[in-house]
């Protein structure tokens, strides 16, 4: 599947792999050396917390209703609150060609 989105002008169309059991998403890209960016649907907008135990480094973007809403650079080992309600996350690893793209915009 193919996930549109656009960040500081610039058109960004990806294939992602969508995580949509319970099980998808709890591993995430937890013991994943090479991945597609994982995308998570979630039924309606809520805070959840996210981590990057067992995870390299990854790009994590958070929208709500189709709009972006936060982006950023997630290091290993790390718990990350959102302060936002969000319904949908796209989680892009470092070994993505959009990994290197949009870690220059940081």
Sequence with gaps: MKFQ???KNKNFKIKVK???TILEQTIGLMF????????FNFKKPRKY??????C???????FLKKKMIEIRLIEP???????QKFDKLLEIPI????????ETFF
């Design 5 to 7: 989105f656009r960040y």
């Design 18 to 20: 969508k995580c949509e």
């Design 32 to 39: 994943k050396k090479n991945s597609l960016p994982l995308l």
């Design 49 to 54: 917390s996210i981590h990057s135990f067992f």
């Design 56 to 62: 390299q480094h990854f790009i994590a973007i958070w």
């Design 77 to 83: 080992n790390r718990i990350i609150r959102m302060k």
């Design 95 to 102: 070994n993505d060609k959009n990994f290197k793209l949009l």
